[in-house]
């Protein structure tokens, strides 16, 4: 019989070797996928590994994958810090529409006039959007006791509903001939968030997601609130007789994400994006609580896991376009490699034994 | 700075005249592009737009390979699957949704060689051509069936979200059924999405629950039909795609979005080198909205009045928004014989004198 | 604006109709839950039942093999999340969430030859007399088998984990892992039971869309239904009565959203449309002045240390 004994320490190993061996079991799984739709297995995997890191064309892929992975770092980490105390905050995707409607409210509101100023009052607006958004979660849980992953579920709905009300009212673009949809910020150069080195992919949203990586690697290795934090996650009465006050860390946790998730929001829409619109919000705050888990709720581990599950997005484009792979069977491909990495992660924590049962 | 962009510019011109030279060898076969935003199988909107790649396969056999991603976002994402599939030696791009406009005119700026066309936009460029289809045609043709067939006069109307492509569509419609039928009565419901058919079917079902006897919808599956056949007693018609699954009734008549022709016809334009940017807006009569068959559940007098005016809107002899017609606030619009000029049709954003209710700001 | 045109017969029969996909999967996932495990995977595994239930119905001829293979489907789907919680102990979160992004990519590449096509009818009731009754009639007598099997199902969850000795044993397991494996229950195996029926009845509530409910088949068509279901298990905070009420008052805001537009009253629409998300927060914060809470191990790994 096969049984499982914990280890006294994650394995050092395992922790870089299972990664690997995820994907190398994705590679294999999926080419038989695509062995099975008829396309050439070799291929495809080569397609959506290979082409968009060192490709005929990486000199444009390489710079997408830090535009589509910054969104996804910048909201995992905030998530990761809640997770990591058992606060649950599952409505990002919410909080980055909110984000993007407040900072994109502030610049247009200013429009047409130029100043320096303006970016960062957008950025400080997207950053308060996302976390008022938040507060209502964690005030409501504060004072009433009331679930926070519903509510911020149901207000991801609520957000969805005011981006629509939003692109076909009060932020639809005057000159857009009735059509839905806000100015576009990439026109308005003190509201753009160009690239800072042209076709590097560096916009302010991937420096604020390195910075904010580092923030937290210290706030949670350095520093007492890192340790208040961990320590709910685990134990969580332990934490109480250590002086942790539970209100103010739901408070503080609900908060940060909201922020960063709000900023994520703010960065997309007036750089990548350029303007609000109906479809503005693509997922990025649902991808983003796989991505924290992916990476293990450590800084480090979410900048990887962000990265690869950019890598799959845009090599899964490549894919479809040039081998003619439906959209779904990338879906699919995706699913396999999340299913590999979670599954293998067991070998971290536990030995796998070889055991005669016992008699009891 | 410049530097690393000239590089790019660089690499993407030596690209797409490396894909031209490749091309050369392979007996000129272009290269074409389709960007979509739903997937395929949404059995609507993108599903009639692959149709359309898939007559220009069949048309130009082995002188053509097609290319097309489903289920892209608006926004930086579409910007890249345009980049790469120019990057690969595409010579003429699709992008089918309204929300790519800006990303497709930002591409277009880097591949000047690449011919790029928008669906249902208004930004063009040298290389960026716009088309459109005049649905409110159709939804003329759909009006005088509607306005002659309900009984209890009272038709309903699904709407996706209130912009002007809506507004035309609802206009047009009340316009022709209150001809033949002064009493009608549109009742509105916006369903707030383009893709959620249990929520298409609810909004039905409440529209006939409310008395509605004739269904018209602008959202894209076939769920309103389902509810109305269960009903009985009460009509709908096929939107984008036939639907003719639920004919002879409650399906009547339809809407039929056909890309086929503008898509062979523009490939046919890049073959040649005759390609020029330009704005097409096309209905009826260059055949981009097609009429479904008008079943035997309609008599064959409505039937003969229906196809009449079709063929009056084809031709061009009628246009279905033509005065005397007032704004809903009972201000004038158009004068006696005047017809509405493409501008004002584009941004339509008012309803006509009758219809009640308000648009949703 | 008139409403008097809103008929509340026709109304409460029709939001019956709108609860029950929604009823189906949050009644499954509640078994799951009061196991003690948190499975985010529901719109996953509704997708896969509505697509193997409609692909089975068209191919079969019969609305009934189609349902039952909606819960196989369902069911071997939600295998995939055992295998990843309960064999290699892999986070629920996580895998739930991962589980739904392979469940609608598998979904779609299924369903690729059943788009444009219509299902055979699933009949509905009708009794002769009973049916034709004014007001009851239509709210009582003349639904489809499936809606009365969903209340039927609410109603023996209820009493099993009232009244039965397994349900007691569920409980346990959802409360305190540890001290029922002291017990000597096996706490996986019971789990195990526990997620794929939370499968099957997702499953269910899939086909329903797909069968009943629109009918047809299109990519995406549950269109984030299964996230309602996990929100009203909460709402309903784990009772199952409660999920028939907490279903009922979704299906009926957003009927009656729909009915108040159709009768001209003047509220912007965006609003009525997020008017239901709102009213369960609110509902939700007057609740939580009730003491019950989620099952103590709810999300937790459950490893045998003996």
């Known amino acids: 019989m096969i049984v499982l004994e914990k280890r006294p320490q994650p394995s050092q190993f395992w922790s870089l070797a299972t990664p690997i061996a995820a994907v190398v079991a994705t590679m294999i799984f999926g080419g038989l996928l695509f062995a099975v739709l008829g396309k050439n ?275 899964g484009e490549i894919a479809q376009s040039q081998m003619g792979l439906p959209a779904a069977a990338i879906q699919v491909f995706q699913g396999m490699l999340l299913f590999f990495l979670l599954a293998l992660d067991v070998l971290t924590n536990f030995r796998i034994r070889l055991k005669t049962r016992e008699v009891a | 700075m410049t530097i690393l962009r000239r590089t790019l510019l660089a690499t993407a011109a030596a690209a797409t005249a490396l894909g031209l030279a490749g091309g050369a060898m392979a007996q000129d076969k272009t290269k074409v592009g389709f960007v979509y935003v739903g997937p395929v199988g949404d059995g609507g909107w993108t599903h009639e737009h692959d149709m359309g790649r898939k007559a220009v396969e069949a048309e130009f056999g082995d002188k053509v390979e097609t290319v097309y991603v489903e289920n892209v976002a608006e926004g930086p994402d579409a910007e890249r699957v345009m980049t790469q599939m120019a990057l690969n030696g595409a010579d003429l791009i699709f992008t089918t949704s309204f929300g790519f406009m800006d990303p497709t005119i930002n591409v277009a700026k880097k591949f000047p060689d690449v011919k790029f066309e928008h669906a249902t936009g208004y930004k063009r460029a040298d290389n960026v051509s716009t088309y459109s289809a005049r649905f409110y045609e159709g939804r003329a043709v759909q009006g005088v069936i509607a306005g002659h067939m309900t009984e209890s006069n009272i038709v309903g109307y699904i709407g996706s979200f209130p912009i002007p492509e809506v507004i035309r569509g609802i206009n047009s419609a009340y316009i022709h059924a209150k001809k033949v039928n002064p009493d009608v009565q549109f009742k509105i419901v916006w369903a707030y999405t383009w893709f959620d058919p249990a929520k298409e079917a609810d909004a039905a079902k409440v529209l006939i629950e409310q008395g509605a006897d004739v269904i018209l919808q602008h959202t894209d599956s076939t769920a309103p039909h389902a509810a109305a056949a269960e009903k009985g007693g009460v009509i709908t018609f096929g939107q984008a795609s036939d639907m003719a699954e639920y004919a002879p009734s409650p399906r009547v008549s339809s809407i039929i979005d056909n890309w086929a022709p503008y898509y062979i016809a523009r490939t046919k334009a890049v073959m040649d080198g005759t390609w020029a940017s330009m704005d097409t807006w096309d209905g009826i009569g260059p055949g981009m909205v097609g009429i479904g068959e008008i079943t035997d559940t309609v008599p064959a007098e409505v039937k003969e009045e229906a196809m009449a005016l079709k063929e009056s809107i084809a031709s061009g002899e009628y246009h279905p928004f033509t005065g005397p017609l007032k704004k809903q606030d009972g201000s004038d619009w158009l004068a006696e014989g005047e017809t509405a000029d493409d501008g004002t049709l584009a941004g339509m954003n008012f309803y006509v004198e009758g219809i009640e209710g308000d648009i949703p700001q | 604006m008139d409403l008097s045109q809103i008929n509340p017969v026709l109304l409460i029969a029709s939001l019956m109709v709108a609860a029950t996909p929604i009823l189906l999967a949050a009644i499954g996932e509640l078994v799951v839950e009061r196991a003690g495990v948190l499975n985010l995977g529901v719109e996953g595994m509704m997708i896969t039942g509505a697509i193997c239930g409609f692909a089975v119905a068209v191919e079969s001829g019969s609305p009934l093999f189609g349902f039952v293979a909606a819960a196989v489907g369902g069911a071997v789907l939600s295998l995939l999340f055992v295998l990843l919680t309960q064999v290699a102990l892999a986070n629920q979160v996580a895998s739930g969430l991962a589980l739904t992004l392979f469940g609608l990519g598998l979904s779609s590449l299924l369903g690729q030859g059943y788009v444009g096509l219509k299902p055979p009818p699933t009949p509905r009731l009708d009794i002769p007399v009973l049916s034709d009754l004014p007001v009851v009639g239509p709210i009582l007598f003349s639904h489809d088998p499936v809606l009365y099997f969903g209340i039927v199902v609410v109603a023996a969850t209820w009493a099993l984990l009232k009244f039965t000795r397994a349900g007691l044993i569920l409980r346990a397991v959802g409360e305190n892992h540890d001290a029922a494996h002291a017990l000597g229950y096996k706490v996986v195996r019971i789990r195990v039971l526990a997620i794929l029926f939370g499968g099957a009845c997702a499953g269910l509530g899939g086909a329903y869309i797909s069968l009943i409910r629109v009918p047809q088949w299109t990519e995406g068509m549950t269109a984030g239904v299964g996230w309602i279901a996990l929100a009203l298990v909460v709402f309903a905070s784990w009772k199952p009565w409660r999920v028939l009420l907490g279903a009922y008052l979704f299906g009926g805001l957003t009927v009656l959203q729909l009915n108040l537009q159709a009768a001209g009253v003047a509220i912007p629409v965006e609003y009525l449309a997020m008017s239901p998300y709102v009213i369960t927060i609110v509902v939700l914060v007057i609740l939580s002045a009730d003491k019950s809470r989620a099952p103590a191990a709810l999300g937790r790994v459950f490893h045998a240390t003996r």
């Open chain 1, 41 to 315: 297995p070799v291929e495809a995997i080569r397609t959506i590994f290979w082409d968009p890191l060192l490709g005929e064309f990486a000199f444009y892929y390489r710079p997408q994958l830090l535009i589509k992975g910054a969104p996804l770092v910048l909201i995992a980490i905030g998530l990761s810090l809640g997770f990591k105390a058992g606060i649950w905050n599952i409505g990002a995707e919410g909080q980055y529409i909110i984000g993007a409607l407040t900072g994109a409210g502030v610049g247009l509101a200013f429009y047409p006039m130029e100043s320096w100023i303006i970016f960062p009052l957008m950025v400080l607006a997207g950053a308060l959007g996302g976390w008022a958004w938040a507060m209502i979660p964690a005030l409501l849980k504060v004072k009433f006791g009331t679930n926070e992953i519903l509510v911020s579920l149901m207000l991801v709905y609520v957000a969805e509903q005011l981006l629509a009300s939003m692109s076909l009212g009060l932020l639809k673009n005057p000159e857009g001939f009735g059509f839905p949809g806000s100015r576009n910020l990439q026109q308005y150069d003190s509201a753009h968030n160009a690239e800072l080195i042209a076709g590097s992919g560096m916009h302010w949203g991937v420096v604020a997601a390195m910075i904010t990586v580092i923030f937290a690697y210290v706030l949670l290795n350095r520093h007492m609130l890192g340790f208040h934090i961990r320590l709910t996650g685990d134990a969580p009465r332990a934490a109480r007789f250590a002086g942790v006050n539970p209100a103010r860390l739901i408070l503080f946790c609900l908060g940060i994400s909201g922020a960063l998730a709000g900023l994520a929001g703010l960065f997309e829409v007036a750089g990548p994006a350029g303007q609000i619109s109906i479809d503005f919000n693509t997922g990025y705050g649902f991808t983003a609580i796989i991505v924290a888990f992916l990476g293990r709720l450590h800084p480090i581990g979410i900048l990887l896991a962000g990265l690869l599950m950019a890598l799959t997005y845009i090599g």
